[in-house]
């Protein structure tokens, strides 16, 4: 379960991360190398200071990728999910995630006109999310965003 | 007189950074060899009476010869080892072709515009946001790691200033910064290391007194084989460490934001600075968050203006002043503390021995050591001399190049007994406590007769310099002359130094030898015009105001070869 649920969270990040960060998407097999290996540990931001480098260019200041982010909340919403009972919902998500990347098109499935979240639990994820973003440190603003874009992924699924 | 546009070239000479990086060098080797082995190891085992004396002798001869080369040694080991480890901890990838072609395709255009041929392995940080590279590996081989922001932001976004910054590092690997930056960073790490030792000598004492008060006799007998005394000579060595450690620290620090300038004046003359420009003003204005004594790039703003003006290259730099004072007396100090001192017990400094019996030692190690750092003084003169004679249209040197010269004397005093103050303080703190107060005041007053020394000498230099510089057409002629004029400064300021002031004290005698080495250079001068030749057609050139010469025979304009000028009109 934990392989295919850390194959779950990256295979919806790179599909996210098409949407909303393509510019920074060749560097997501990177991330997602760093992820799997552990992916209780990783955590967002660390290990993206800016330093002064010797002899280098030294540009102050930069904003962090936004793809560890998205690992991230995609990884708590598959945890929340899981631990509310969602595990079918989950192993159905992954199939169709499956489907649609190997179609590279995303359907939404109306058929059975039933979300893998409802509003209730959107809710309760939430404010899950945002307990663990703070832990991980996940800029808020960045966070909201990245959240309903998942959030829109999965249920769109 | 045609419109010449003229432009200083700061890569003239032998650069004033690359002496300083060697000071840096020598010091680390130099330091752990001078204390640990001699104040640490050597106290604890032959002091005590276990050896006959010449057998001692010989034993610290034996000791330093092994450590002195091993010290140079490791130091190369471990900046050999440096790509590796830096690959390692930041998880650096290998920039794949396939992975980033167009990525790869605009990097080959680069190095074709630059005719960069180094050996270049590109590499890639992927958890860096910023738009940002850095250089790094040996001599044998460079890497250059673009960051990932660089990579996929700036690639996409803002493909000119991606180009900017991989030519800013080309840069840094077409001016040597390599290997002479991860060199003195090597050294300093070997010596951050080294700390352990006196700090472990500290602690097994308090271990050993400790020992002694639970379990008296036998181990008090101990604490006093091993002399109470060395305690505060293991104290000492700790803090001699940290200072120099933090003096390392800083000038690396400094050397290695001086040589963002000169990698950004490598953009220029490949004549990319606009696009330079334009990259570095996306950054000014924002808050540097690296603290100015750690970072090691100066602020976008002033990096802008240099590539506007190059002329703040070719200001005195204080700095070199200082350390090039400080090391001059550090060097001499290692050297005889090692050779005659701690190896021939303590000849020296022995009441019945002094200058005057070993004077001709003296007078070799010192001309050595000041020779060597008369090369980065003579550069910044040198530099600074071009400035006055071709943008500032001097016929020499200006008014201000002579208050510079001052106030670079008196830094180098300053340095000078800052260095005898440090030196001084350990001796002091060993033997003496009570002599500090007056050995305190002499050393301020002593900066006079070394800063008067300091001054005559670079007087000379800026006289014959000048007069060299401008007609000193091809670099082999110019370097000829720098070394000549600078070893000539040389030796002056030796004579001025230990024969005038320090024996005879009397610095008048100083005027004499300045007048005396004037004389040598001014037929050195004359004959160098009678035989100059046109670079171009080689033929033999008349006396002319040598800046406004051009060849009778090929008619074209003579410049010297340290600046850049192209006729804005033909002749």
Known sequence: ?157 | MPNIEIRLNPFVYISETDIRFYLLILTAVLLPVFWIFFYGFTIVTFESDIFELESRYLLRFFIIAVLASVFPAVIYWRYSQEPKRIIKKMQLKKLDREKYPEECQSIDKILTETSVNNRIIWMYHPFDPSESAFTFGTTEVSYICLSGGLLTRTFTDDIESFKSIIRHELGHIINGDVPKAYLAVSASQILLTLIILPVAMIAAFGVLVVLGTIHGEGFTLLVSAVKPSSLLTYLNVLLYFLIFLTIIYLLRNQIIRVREFYADARVYDWGFSDNLIITLKKYTGLKSQFDILGKFHPEPEKRIEALKNNSGLFAQNLLVAFTAGFFYNLFPFFIFSLIIDYIFVGFFTHPDYGLRQVFGLVFIIDLISITFLMVAISSTFHRTLLKDIFTNHHRFFSLATVTDAITFSLTFGLGVQMSVLLTGVIIVLTTNIDRMEENLMGIFLNIIPYATSMFISLFFLMIFASLSIQTSYSKKDAMKNFFLFTCLSSILYIFNDLIAAHLFYNQLLGVVFFLFFSLIACVIIMNMRRNLHCPHCNEKLNNQNPLELSCPKCKKRLFSWAIYASLLNSV
């Open chain 1, 1 to 157: 379960m934990e392989d295919f649920k850390t194959e779950l969270a990256s295979d919806l990040s790179r599909e996210i991360a098409r949407d909303i960060a393509p510019n920074e998407l060749k560097l997501f097999d990177d991330f997602k190398e760093k992820f799997v290996k552990n992916p209780e540990a990783f955590v967002t931001g660390k290990g993206q200071k800016t330093k002064d480098p010797m002899l280098g260019f030294a540009v102050p200041g930069a904003d962090p990728f936004i793809i560890p982010t998205i690992l991230s909340v995609v990884w708590i919403a598959i945890d929340f999910i899981i631990k509310t009972g969602g595990e079918a919902a989950i192993k159905k998500l992954g199939e169709k995630l499956a489907e649609n990347t190997a179609d590279k098109i995303i359907k939404t499935d109306q058929s059975q006109g039933k979300r893998p979240l409802t509003n209730e639990q959107i809710k309760e994820l939430k404010q899950y999310a945002i307990s663990q973003a703070k832990i991980e440190k996940i800029n808020e603003k960045k966070f909201s965003l990245i959240f309903d874009a998942v959030i829109g992924k999965i249920n769109q699924m």
